[in-house]
T-cell receptor, first 109, second 110 residues
Framework: GIQVEQSPPDLILQEGANSTLRCNFSDSVNNLQWFHQNPWGQLINLFYIPSGTKQNGRLSATTVATERYSLLYISSSQTTDSGVYFC???????????FGKGTKLSVKP | GAGVSQSPRYKVAKRGQDVALRCDPISGHVSLFWYQQALGQGPEFLTYFQNEAQLDKSGLPSDRFFAERPEGSVSTLKIQRTQQEDSAVYLCATVAGELFFGEGSRLTVL
C-alpha cells in the first residue's frame, strides 16, 4: 500500500517564525489533504490539494504530484498554530486516505 | 446538523464488554467514513458508507468490529468483546471534496 512519510516529526518555533512541513508519498495519489489536529483532538481540514498551490491566510500548500511530495508553509506562526499536522493521500474513494504520522508543532510565545 | 457529531465523547469499558459509538453526519452528505486513531499515530481507515451501502470495510481489524448505517444518515460502529488493543479514538468523517471530521469518541478498555 501507499506509504506516507512526514518530516520533521517534531518542530518547536518561536512565535512569529516561519516553517515548512514536508510530506512524501511512496506512490502517486489523486487525493491529497492536509489537516491540523488541535490539542483537544479535533481534526480540521486545511487544504485539499492533489496538485498545484493554494493559500489560505498565513498557510499555503504546494503539491508536486509528479514527484510525489507536498509542502505546507506556515508563516508568522502563532501559539494557536500548535498541534499536530497530518498529510493524507489516496487513490480510491475521496475519504479513504492513508495518513502520515504527523508533525507535532509547538509555537512558544 | 452543522457539523459531524459523535457520541459518546468518552467511553470506558471493561475488557469483554460490547460498545456502540454513534455518528451523526453533516446533513446531506452521502459518504461517511470511520477511522481509528491510536495514541501518537495518524488516523487509520476502518470502513466507508455511501448512503446505507457499506462499500469498503477492508480496514476493520477483526470480525469483532461491525458498522451500520441503516437509513443512510446516522451510523453506528459496534465493537464486540472489547480488548485492550481496541483503546483508541474513533473518528467519523463525511466528505464534500475534503474530509470533515467529528470530535471523535475516545474508547478506553480496562
Amino acid at each position: 500500500g501507499i506509504q506516507v512519510e512526514q518530516s520533521p516529526p517534531d518542530l518547536i518555533l518561536q512565535e512569529g517564525a516561519n516553517s515548512t512541513l514536508r510530506c512524501n508519498f511512496s506512490d502517486s495519489v489523486n487525493n491529497l489533504q492536509w489537516f491540523h489536529q488541535n490539542p483537544w483532538g479535533q481534526l480540521i481540514n486545511l487544504f485539499y490539494i492533489p496538485s498545484g498551490t493554494k493559500q489560505n491566510g498565513r498557510l499555503s500548500a504546494t503539491t508536486v504530484a509528479t514527484e510525489r511530495y507536498s509542502l505546507l508553509y506556515i508563516s508568522s506562526s502563532q501559539t494557536t498554530d500548535s498541534g499536530v499536522y497530518f498529510c493524507a493521500g489516496g487513490r480510491g474513494s475521496q475519504g479513504n486516505l492513508i495518513f502520515g504520522k504527523g508533525t507535532k508543532l509547538s509555537v512558544k510565545p | 446538523g452543522a457539523g459531524v457529531s459523535q457520541s459518546p465523547r468518552y467511553k470506558v469499558a471493561k475488557r469483554g464488554q460490547d460498545v456502540a459509538l454513534r455518528c451523526d453526519p453533516i446533513s446531506g452528505h452521502v459518504s461517511l467514513f470511520w477511522y481509528q486513531q491510536a495514541l501518537g499515530q495518524g488516523p487509520e481507515f476502518l470502513t466507508y458508507f455511501q448512503n446505507e451501502a457499506q462499500l469498503d470495510k477492508s480496514g476493520l481489524p477483526s470480525d469483532r468490529f461491525f458498522a451500520e448505517r441503516p437509513e443512510g444518515s446516522v451510523s453506528t460502529l459496534k465493537i464486540q468483546r472489547t480488548q485492550q488493543e481496541d483503546s483508541a479514538v474513533y473518528l467519523c468523517a463525511t466528505v464534500a471534496g475534503e474530509l470533515f471530521f467529528g470530535e471523535g469518541s475516545r474508547l478506553t478498555v480496562l
